[in-house]
């Protein structure tokens, strides 16, 4: 799943450690969510959307097969 959370993170001028601990989670989850090999939960996507206020939908997109659907 391609995101947008590294761009959104950069405009509110903050760093991986400053993200991870607005949203209690590790540095390493931000760094592989960043590198898109980790996909969220629904909890901790709502929580980036909220923070970065945008949908989830602006900050997560959906590469399956049209069959995963």
Do not use: H, W
Request: net charge negative; aromatic share 8%.
């Amino acid at each position: 799943m391609k995101n947008f959370v590294r761009e959104k993170r950069i405009e509110l001028g903050m760093t991986q450690d400053e993200l991870s601990e607005k949203l209690d989670v590790s540095r390493q989850t931000i760094i592989s969510l960043e590198k898109g090999k980790y996909n969220p939960s629904i909890t901790l996507a709502f929580k980036l959307s909220r923070l970065f206020q945008c949908t989830i939908e602006e900050l997560f997109i959906f590469e399956g097969d049209e069959k995963d659907v």
